[in-house]
């Protein structure tokens, strides 16, 4: 039997954050920042290999990441919260978990840490989820946290890491930005 408290608290194998930072685009000077931070957290997942029915201690899982790795965003961006204009988010589960894993994460309560973190967030946080092994890709919607028919700030990122999600884990992550994409220039019709 799986203990519901335990369940609830991440063990973490590993953090990864990748930063981008884009200074040239089509052999022109950007203007301003145009930064996007991804931070993933390689967990075990508690379920793996276990049909459970109650998937709740998986929402309190993905509340008590999701502000960490928000946090942690903030922090290698080096800006005020406020200042991050876009965010996302993203799940890979291992072969001995089930997609429903990753929705039952980053879905019911990821999202309210996540939104403290960057001082608001009036929007849905786009996501992703995913079955895979070890260096499987996710590729992580961004939009605008105030706005998400802000057109400057729908971009993407990814991110890879070599030996995760193992089979009994599950990689979770937070994307965040500033700028929006570089040389954005798409007026709404």
Known sequence: MIDN??????????????LEETYSEAGRQVEG?????????????PFAGHYVDDLAPLYDLGRN????????????????PEEVTSYGKGAVVGVDGELEHAAALIHPRFGAPVRAAVGKGDDIIPSTKKMG???SVIVM????????????DMDA??????DAPRSDEILVAVALGIGGRPLNRIKPD
């Open 33 to 45: 920042a145009k930064h996007k931070v991804t931070v993933a957290a390689v967990i075990r997942n």
């Open 141 to 152: 919607p961004l939009t605008n946290k105030d706005s998400i028919w802000e057109f400057d």
């Open 157 to 162: 990122t990814e991110i890879t890491v070599p």
């Open 5 to 18: 408290e335990q369940a609830s608290q991440p063990e973490i194998r590993k953090i990864v954050v990748q």
């Open 133 to 135: 092994g070890p260096g």
């Open 65 to 80: 990441i999701s502000g960490m790795l928000a946090d942690r965003g903030v922090q290698v961006l080096g800006v005020k």
